[in-house]
């Protein structure tokens, strides 16, 4: 009896002790959850003059470099963002996510759907004359599709969601990344070279071009950048691995390799020297862009900033928020 006394105060401060987790549960269910500000698409204008930037939740900012302050804001609420890029003539700004999408930037409406089929657009690419977008969809698929009326004009198979897909800077091309890197002729889809013998282990996800080297670039999920000359179509260089996938790649004027996996620390790596080193504290969590005099790069940051590096220095030079979000 005694003992059954004893034990009744211990019971009820247990139970308090529940009812209070459980309340405490609740409340903190019930809050929503902060907003994710990670900065996941950059692009930058031909002329350098306009940068856009998004969101994985499709909160896309467009502004003139000069004057952040004058931003158009957009919303594309079709899934997460996968790929931004701006038209040859700066007008429109293409939006892959689930759906597909464009924004004229003359008129500032609302996006205009050229997609709506859930098919999960990877990455977007417009053609040299801007009436073309290249995309690779989730099906693995291949497509070029008119940039008005959104009609299929050609479709390729297979390459790899992951992988991008992009036109050769002659734009008689068109390369894919993923497990079987190839070139196919943009006009009849036909195969026109495996960039490998084999499926590769490892896959290849962003592509990049070496104008001084008329090279193609890819960076691979075994954390190295794989280099092809575009002529022979043959392996002519690799990078020392990093302990991360390589998500973005970008090649200066001077033939330094600059890369880097998303939040992991950007690399530099000049092939024809051997040499490669790390810029301390800059972490992207977008794809990087070059500076309009190649010497700098700029991206965005988990915290929903845009940097830009000076590649000189090796230094950041500044930091602004994406305007508007």
Not at 98 to 122: A, F, I, Q, W
Not at 232 to 249: E, F
């Amino acid at each position: 009896m005694i003992a059954d006394i004893a034990r009744k105060p211990a019971v009820w401060a247990v139970s308090l002790c529940a009812v209070f987790l459980f309340a405490w549960i609740v409340f903190i269910g019930s809050k929503n959850p902060p907003a994710d500000q990670r900065v996941s698409n950059l692009a930058r204008s031909a002329s350098g003059k306009l940068l856009a930037a998004g969101t994985a939740q499709g909160k896309i900012a467009v502004w003139d470099q000069t004057r952040p302050d004058t931003s158009q804001q957009i919303v594309f609420s079709h899934g997460s963002l996968n790929d931004l890029r701006f038209s040859p003539d700066e007008h429109v700004l293409a939006i892959a996510s689930d759906d597909l999408g464009t924004y004229d930037l003359t008129k500032s409406t609302d996006p205009r759907l050229l997609r709506s089929d859930h098919e999960h657009y990877g990455s977007v690419r417009f053609s040299q004359d801007g009436q073309t977008l290249l995309v690779i969809t989730a099906a693995s698929l291949m497509e070029t599709i008119d940039t008005q009326s959104g009609a299929l004009r050609l479709k390729i198979c297979c390459s790899s969601y992951y992988g991008e897909v992009v036109f050769t800077p002659d734009g008689q091309t068109i390369a894919n990344a993923g497990h079987w890197p190839r070139l196919w002729d943009a006009r009849s889809g036909q195969l026109v070279a495996p960039l490998a013998a084999n499926r590769e282990i490892g896959t290849l996800r962003p592509i990049a071009f070496d104008p001084g080297r008329d090279a193609i670039l890819m960076g691979s999920q075994d954390g190295r950048v794989y280099v092809w000359d575009l002529k022979t179509k043959q392996r002519i260089a690799v990078s020392p691995p990093q302990p991360a996938y390589v998500d973005t790649i970008a090649v200066l004027p001077d033939g330094w390799i600059v890369f880097a996996g998303f939040g992991r620390e950007v690399q530099l790596w000049n092939p024809d020297i051997g040499e490669r080193r790390s810029l301390s504290g800059a972490r992207p969590t977008s794809n990087l862009v070059l500076g309009p005099e190649g010497a700098s790069i700029i991206f965005g940051t988990a915290d929903g900033a845009i940097d830009y590096w000076d590649l000189t220095t090796e230094r950041r030079v500044r930091s602004i928020k994406i305007p508007g979000i």
